[in-house]
């Protein structure tokens, strides 16, 4: 759960969240305190871009979360806050849903809330350095990039090769369906090279 916590910190840092040091480099034998107190384990963070976010840590040993509670879970976190509007709920468990859960969390009414597992949360993926840099194309700018390739929203599925959001690297990022994602590559032998994928 320490490791699980820390690197979620990194996580949320990298989604454009405004992170204190105090997360990330929390010693040890402080987080261990607070573990047996159940003191702040949670995490919240705002953001004008992209918008509150709030990481529920359930206790080791706790029994998966089925169809039937997640809809208590996510009125327990949103009971907690003042203003729970558009809020991103992140779950992390010990196991990984079950197919029904995860159908569920993929329709409209759970578009805001993520399952992740401990184990998911044990390393940040980016810092492989076989990874190279991914970032989401903004809003702003994806009208240039779709010029540049002759696409339009129209066609853009059938033109970009596909992300999934499924991948680690798209669940750090929180990437959604139909959002351009942009990598760039650094080698020695070609130097620097971008291309976009399209998360699906």
């Known amino acids: 759960m320490y490791k699980a916590r820390v690197i979620a910190g990194e996580m949320l840092r990298a989604r454009g969240y405004e992170i204190p040091e105090s997360v990330t480099v929390i010693p040890f034998d402080e987080f261990r305190t607070r573990l047996a107190a159940r003191d702040h384990l949670d995490l919240y963070a705002e953001s004008d871009a992209p918008g509150a976010i709030y990481v529920k840590f359930f206790p080791m040993g706790t029994k998966k979360l ?20 558009g809020i991103h709920i992140v779950f992390v468990c010990e196991e990984a849903p079950q197919s029904n859960l995860q159908n569920l969390l993929r329709s409209q009414k759970y ?19 076989l990874v ?10 994806e009208a240039g990039v ?36 942009r990598i760039t590559r ?9 291309y976009f994928r399209l998360v699906k």
Not at 186 to 194: A, D, L, N, Y
């Open 111 to 129: 578009r805001d809330v993520e399952v992740m597992t401990y184990d998911q949360l044990q390393l940040n993926p980016t810092e492989h350095f």
């Open 66 to 85: 089925h169809q039937s509670s997640i809809e208590k879970e996510v009125n327990s976190v949103k009971s907690k806050l003042t203003n729970a509007d």
């Open 132 to 141: 190279p840099h991914h970032e989401l194309v903004p809003p702003e700018e």
């Open 186 to 194: 650094i080698s020695e032998v070609t130097g620097r090279s971008t």
């Open 146 to 181: 779709l010029q540049r390739y002759n696409c339009t929203r129209g066609n853009i599925s059938q033109e970009f090769p596909k992300l999934l959001a499924s991948d680690p690297i798209a669940r750090w990022f929180g990437m959604r369906p139909g959002r351009l994602c």
